[in-house]
């Protein structure tokens, strides 16, 4: 009986807590930084033209590898800007990229087919598809 006077309760056999899957951590290991988010690109030509900069930059410093990420980042902001082509085309040829290159170069031709530039662009087309044979 309780102290109440009462009969006391049965106790119902207590359940151990659910245990949580253990996982092992590796506490030598750095820690993770979740995923970034993947950009999406809408047509914005100031980033494109900024882009182009930076690209240009590297191109005089003879780093092929990083021109080419720029001159590609500034054809996805803006895929009708001629010029971003060219210099794309021209880096990836620096870069040992040809047939990228030769992609690029006509990507070029179809935008600006008139361009002061579209001589040079067509005979390094033509050198290429040689190359490339």
Do not use: C, I
């Not at 009462?6 to 092992?24: L, Y």
């Not at 030598?28 to 970034?36: G, S, Y």
């Amino acid at each position: 009986m309780s102290l109440q006077g009462k009969p006391a309760a049965k106790a119902e056999p207590q359940q151990k807590p659910a245990t949580p899957d253990v996982v092992s951590v590796d506490p030598t290991a750095p820690p993770t930084e979740p995923e970034p988010a993947p950009v999406v690109y809408t047509l914005d030509p100031d980033k494109a033209a900024k882009e182009v900069r930076v690209g240009s930059f590297h191109m005089k410093r003879h780093n092929w590898n990083a021109a080419v990420a720029r001159f590609q980042e500034a054809v996805k902001w803006n895929p009708k800007q001629a010029d971003a082509w060219l210099k794309l085309g021209e880096a990836r040829e620096k870069n040992g990229e040809s047939t990228k290159a030769l992609e690029a170069y006509r990507r070029y031709l179809e935008l600006a087919p008139n361009d002061k530039k579209a001589r040079a662009a067509r005979k390094a087309v033509a050198r290429l598809e040689r190359e490339l044979k």
